[in-house]
């Protein structure tokens, strides 16, 4: 089955500093990618949806200047949390789904562990 | 408007007791639904699907039916094992497929 692919699995950063994540859809082409964060013991947030070749779609509540999405090509987006702080510390997953094809499921990458010290 | 409900969580059970997850949902159309596994510290896998009401989806022992006429996807497992322990996240794609709804996660704990 189709795979996505999420970097780095786990990173720890200072206060103050930005932090990329990728999401690649290695085996197919993704117009459309999803960010989420899950706080410990919850469900998934959608934060926005990442277009290819157009902006980001945020979510109510969220900063898109804070969580800068760029959905460089067809295979990858990136995540960047901007100035980090601890709150921003998180579980952060990607998810992608093949085009056009409404009974596929939605592929979810390993995600993300963010912590800022 | 599209929304998941699912059963509130953390439900613990001895190894081999039988398993219910209830999920119900609200759409619009004909959506698919899904009901996706995270284990610890991982992304969520997809656990099985069904397209449209009255398939079953089934994987691993788990099954579930979609029920049109109660707007129902419950989840079971007739014996769990420790192995299954985990979170369990029901979800339902719209009928454009443009989107995923997910319910909150229920936390599933097997004891031996």
């Known amino acids: 089955g189709a795979v996505v692919s999420q970097h780095p699995s786990w990173v720890i950063c200072k206060s103050g500093t930005s932090v990329k994540i990728e999401c690649r859809s290695l085996?197919?082409?993704?117009?459309?990618m999803f960010w989420y964060r899950q706080f410990p013991k919850q469900s998934l947030m959608l934060m926005a949806t990442?277009?290819?070749?157009?902006?980001?779609?945020?979510e109510q509540g969220v900063e898109k200047d804070k969580f800068l999405i760029n959905h460089a090509s067809l295979t990858l987006s990136t995540l960047t949390v901007t100035s980090a702080h601890p709150e921003d510390s998180s579980f952060y997953i990607c998810?992608?789904?093949?085009?056009?094809?409404?009974?596929?499921?939605?592929?979810f990458g390993q995600g993300t562990r963010l912590t800022v010290v | 408007g599209n929304s998941v409900t699912q059963m509130e969580g953390p439900v613990t059970l001895s190894e081999e007791a039988f398993l219910t997850i209830n999920c119900t949902y609200t759409?619009?159309?004909?959506?698919?639904l899904f009901w996706y596994v995270q284990y610890p510290g991982e992304g969520l896998q997809l656990l099985l699907k069904?397209?449209?009401?009255?398939d079953k989806g089934s994987n691993k022992g788990f099954e579930a039916t979609y029920r049109k006429e109660t707007t129902s996807f419950h989840l079971e497992k007739g014996s769990v094992q420790v192995s299954d322990s985990a979170v369990y996240f029901c979800?339902?794609?719209?009928?454009?497929?443009?989107?995923?709804?997910f319910g909150t996660g229920t936390s599933l704990t097997v004891i031996p």
């Open positions: 085996d197919f082409q993704a117009t459309t």
């Open positions: 759409a619009t159309g004909y959506p698919s």
């Open positions: 990442s277009n290819e070749g157009s902006k980001a779609t945020y």
């Open positions: 069904a397209t449209k009401a009255d």
């Open positions: 979800a339902l794609s719209d009928t454009a497929g443009n989107q995923f709804y």
């Open positions: 998810s992608a789904r093949e085009p056009g094809r409404r009974n596929t499921e939605a592929f």
